[in-house]
T-cell receptor, first 114, second 113 residues
Framework: NAGVMQNPRHLVRRRGQEARLRCSPMKGHSHVYWYRQLPEEGLKFMVYLQKENIIDESGMPKERFSAEFPKEGPSILRIQQVVRGDSAAYFC????????????FGSGTRLTVV | DQQVKQNSPSLSVQEGRISILNCDYTNSMFDYFLWYKKYPAEGPTFLISISSIKDKNEDGRFTVFLNKSAKHLSLHIVPSQPGDSAVYFCAASDSQGAQKLVFGQGTRLTINP
């Protein structure tokens, strides 16, 4: 029973390029959450999705960021026209039900913008 | 606005002694609290949680204490072991936004042999 799989583990993008981060939840989990960790800070909530639906995107920056969780395939966090301030570790978590933080986290994608 | 604060960036403890990690929160709507442990290059792993209807929860070497009036919680690890060396995050949730967690900045715990 594989855990939450995130890829790539490391991603380097030049300013202005697009970054696509993928998250495959644990088997049987239909709830996906994305968090971002800036250097020397805690994790900050970005978005909560169920299959084909965005439930809560209150933590997503208004521009350049989008997320999806299609019926088939992994959840994707997309960052368009990346800037240096987007450099961070992005963690995905999944759970079999919503609520009470019963999450399992993936190992994260470390995005570096040069 | 930092709603969950861990004021000690780092803590060093002798092996076998007690480690006490502290966490303060400001949002009185929080009613569920969790501790996560994180090793470098890995995701956080769940350690222990507590609901606001309790003031203590124990799981093996780990005990979490909650003081609602002070809006303070702590994690006790007894006895501390070298494998406990990691960054520990406190997190909180409320019934309304139950799907998301608010994390503290983390405390790096080092257990010395």
């Amino acid at each position: 029973n594989a855990g939450v799989m995130q890829n790539p583990r490391h991603l380097v993008r030049r300013r202005g390029q697009e970054a696509r981060l993928r998250c495959s939840p644990m088997k049987g989990h239909s709830h996906v959450y994305w968090y971002r960790q800036l250097p020397e800070e805690g994790l900050k909530f970005m978005v909560y999705l169920q299959k084909e639906n965005i439930i809560d995107e209150s933590g997503m920056p208004k521009e350049r960021f989008s997320a999806e969780f299609p019926k088939e395939g992994p959840s994707i966090l997309r960052i368009q026209q990346v800037v240096r301030g987007d450099s961070a570790a992005y963690f995905c978590a999944s759970s079999p039900f919503g609520g009470w933080g019963g999450y399992t986290f993936g190992s994260g994608t470390r995005l570096t913008v040069v | 606005d930092q709603q969950v604060k861990q004021n000690s960036p780092s803590l060093s403890v002798q092996e076998g002694r007690i480690s006490i990690l502290n966490c303060d929160y400001t949002n009185s709507m929080f009613d569920y609290f969790l501790w996560y442990k994180k090793y470098p290059a890995e995701g956080p792993t769940f350690l222990i949680s507590i609901s606001s209807i309790k003031d203590k929860n124990e799981d093996g070497r780990f005990t979490v204490f909650l003081n609602k009036s002070a809006k303070h919680l702590s994690l006790h690890i007894v006895p501390s072991q070298p494998g406990d060396s990691a960054v520990y995050f406190c997190a909180a949730s409320d019934s309304q936004g139950a799907q998301k967690l608010v994390f503290g900045q983390g405390t790096r715990l080092t257990i010395n042999p």
